[in-house]
């Protein structure tokens, strides 16, 4: 079974900054088969990316996904208020990361 | 608008039981797979159960132990989670979620998420 690990845990940046958010899977993920999900205080999770790249409607062109292999990354321009948020990466049809906490200072 | 909506939670002592259910709307619910996922403050995001869209297909994941049935009533718009014989860790939020791939022998990602419903496990 493969296992997503996400780091850093915590990300903590002034608005306009840019977070860089990575999800590192223990084998190869075949054919980018990864999704990125975005969940905000007291919500659900929401899609925001599928096949390691692909942007989900309604999701803006600042957040971008990456990677390929073992190794992904979650890459959100100029972070606003609405971004706080606790980011996860699931490998299609397994688990979850245990996700990271992204917070405006 | 294209929502999910669960229902259903509560409070239940071990070994107890609960239905839990989620109304689709906005969309053609015979046309997409379904799934619950669960969540909790240690073990973060679990897949509990999937359901093909004609429902002949079901899955649930290995902790489930012949507890949990999954199923749906497309006329209804409706899925279903039967939760039995229930332990203290199965205390948790479920969401009903989507998935939007066309796949009938297992999820693969959600597209579309309830708000959840809470189901504690105490005594």
Known sequence: EIVLTQSPGTLSLSPGESATLSCRATQPISNNYLAWYQQRPGQAPRLLIYGASSRAPGIPDRIRGSGSGTDFTLTISRVEPEDVAVYFCQQYGSAFGQGTKVEIK | ?123
């Not at chain 2, 079901?58 to 749906?72: L, W």
């Not at chain 2, 039967?82 to 939020?93: C, F, K, W």
């Open chain 2, 1 to 123: 608008e294209v929502k999910l909506a669960e229902s259903g939670g509560g409070s239940v002592q071990p070994g107890g039981s609960l239905r839990l259910s989620c109304s689709a709307s906005g969309f053609t619910l015979d046309s997409y797979e379904m799934n619950w996922v669960r969540q909790t403050p240690g073990k973060g995001l679990e897949w509990v159960s999937f359901i093909s869209r004609n429902g002949e297909n079901a899955y649930h994941a290995e902790f489930v132990e012949g507890r949990f049935t999954i199923s749906r009533d497309n006329a209804k718009n409706s899925i279903y989670l039967h939760l039995n014989s229930l332990r203290a860790e199965d205390t948790a939020i479920y969401y009903c979620a989507r998935d939007p791939t066309g796949y009938i022998y297992g999820f693969n990602y959600f597209d579309l998420w309830g708000q959840g419903t809470l189901v504690t496990v105490s005594s």
